[in-house]
């Protein structure tokens, strides 16, 4: 996973499973360039 896209892939197949639920106007797109994993989770992350 490298991307929100990628994210938002795992969510509508969980829904697509009816594991998960979504409103009407919910889309896929939602999850697209959210943010960058990159900044959040390395160049933002320290010990």
Same mark, same amino acid.
């Given at each position: %996973?490298?991307?929100?896209?990628?994210?938002?892939?795992? /969510? $509508? *197949?969980?829904?697509?499973?009816?594991? %998960?639920?979504? #409103?009407?106007?919910?889309?896929?797109? =939602?999850? #697209? =360039? /959210? $943010? *960058?994993?990159? /900044?959040?989770? /390395?160049?933002?992350?320290?010990?």
């Amino acid at each position: %996973m490298t991307t929100t896209r990628d994210f938002g892939e795992i /969510v $509508y *197949s969980l829904i697509e499973h009816e594991w %998960m639920s979504a #409103q009407p106007d919910d889309t896929i797109e =939602d999850f #697209q =360039d /959210v $943010y *960058s994993f990159h /900044v959040a989770f /390395v160049d933002g992350f320290e010990f």
